[in-house]
């Protein structure tokens, strides 16, 4: 079996999961292989940096509305 990257881990059910941290905040990236996690780290970015990506676990309901 190939060496996964720095970052990368197998999870128990078979899919990959990457964490980055961006100011302090750590992400969780999900996916079936390196290449779409890749993709979707890529995305995340740059949706973060333009300031429109939402983390939804701990939005309240006030937040939801000023979206």
Do not use: C, H, P, W
């Amino acid at each position: 079996m190939a060496r996964l990257a720095a970052g990368i881990r197998k999870r128990a059910d078979g899919t990959l999961e990457k964490r980055f941290t961006i100011d302090g905040r750590r992400y969780s990236i999900y996916g079936k292989n390196a290449k779409e996690i890749s993709q979707k780290e890529q995305e995340v970015r740059k949706k973060i940096e333009a300031g429109i990506y939402t983390d939804n676990r701990n939005l309240t309901l006030d937040g939801y509305f000023d979206e």
